[in-house]
């Protein structure tokens, strides 16, 4: 499993490099490091925001137009793939 992003402390806290600097979220990371336990190795990559453009405009117009759930490409606004557009 290749878990990649933007998040530097999300990601590290997925690496068990660190815990979360927000205690809220501790339960989530818990919840989340369960489920990638089904896999027989992870690898986390750290990618900046602006080497990840694409993820992150997508990202931003899911949660801006309330989507939840498997998205079709068909359906993703093409200013939001080329970044034309800021959310």
Known sequence: M??????KDLLD???S???PSDPSIHSIIDDIL?????????DVLFIPRDENYLA????????????DGPIAISSIPSS???GDEEM
Request: charged share 15%.
């Open 2 to 7: 290749l878990l990649s992003g933007d998040c």
């Open 13 to 15: 806290c997925l690496s």
């Open 17 to 19: 490099w660190g815990s």
């Open 34 to 42: 369960v489920d990638l336990s089904a896999f027989d190795s992870r």
């Open 56 to 67: 992150h405009n997508i990202a931003r117009w899911a949660a801006f137009c309330n989507i």
């Open 80 to 82: 939001v793939l080329t």
